[in-house]
């Protein structure tokens, strides 16, 4: 299958600090992307729909101008967490897919803890 | 919108036994259903998927799940789990046509030697 990679696997900041979350496409290009966030013993909540080129569509509830998204290329999106707090403290997951009906790929997800 | 539900949120078993993981869907289109697997501190691993055809999908590690649009669920089922098999298990819809899934609050499969 294909291959999502996200980075960094693990990050610890201090609180008022932005934080950069990549994640990659290794083998194929992803015309989509998807965030999700997991609370402890939560399941995954989707943050937002990033498609190359144009911008990101927030889920409601979800602070745009807290949690920016990028998705400059075909191969690349990224999520920054800005101003983090601990209440931030989660862990966050990717996924990329080619576009409408194909499999969506999971990233191995960035355990973010703001201290 | 579509929603999932998974009644049991840990299910211990003993290594060797069967085991079903229960995931019932409310949705008002049609949908793709899928089980995904996730081991601790790690991303979510397909391990199966109905998108149409047969209505029992075959997946990896041994694990099956059958589609049921009367009752509206897709449970995951496998005849002999081992250690290896502990993990949290969720299941996810998405709509046809889109990619974005939504996550049942998942299940903690515990298997005791």
């Known amino acids: 299958g294909a291959v999502v990679s996200q980075h960094p696997s693990r990050v610890i900041c201090k609180s008022g600090t932005s934080v950069k979350i990549e994640c990659r496409s290794l083998d194929f290009q992803a015309t989509t992307m998807f965030w999700y966030r997991q609370f402890p013993k939560q399941s995954l909540m989707l943050m937002a729909t990033?498609?190359?080129?144009?911008?990101?569509?927030?889920e409601q509830g979800v602070e745009k101008d807290k949690f920016l998204i990028n998705h400059a290329s075909l191969t690349l999106s990224t999520l920054t967490v800005t101003s983090a707090h601990p209440e931030d403290s989660s862990f966050y997951i990717c996924?990329?897919?080619?576009?409408?009906?194909?499999?969506?790929?999971f990233g191995q997800g960035t355990r973010l803890t703001v201290v | 919108a579509q929603s999932v539900t998974q009644l049991d949120s840990q299910v211990p078993v003993f290594e060797e036994a069967p085991v079903e993981l229960r995931c019932n869907y409310s949705s008002s289109v049609s949908v793709y259903l899928f089980w995904y697997v996730q081991y601790p501190n790690q991303g979510l691993q397909l391990l199966l998927k109905?998108?149409?055809?047969?209505?029992l999908v075959k997946g990896i590690n041994g694990f099956e799940a059958e589609f049921n649009k009367s009752q509206t669920s897709f449970h995951l089922r496998k005849p002999s789990v081992h250690i290896s098999d502990t993990a949290e298990y969720f299941c996810a819809v998405s709509s046809l046509g889109a990619n974005n899934l939504f996550f049942g609050t998942g299940t903690r499969l515990t298997v005791i030697p």
């Open positions: 996924s990329a897919s080619l576009g409408r009906n194909t499999e969506a790929f």
């Open positions: 990033s498609n190359e080129g144009s911008k990101a569509t927030y």
């Open positions: 109905y998108l149409s055809g047969s209505t």
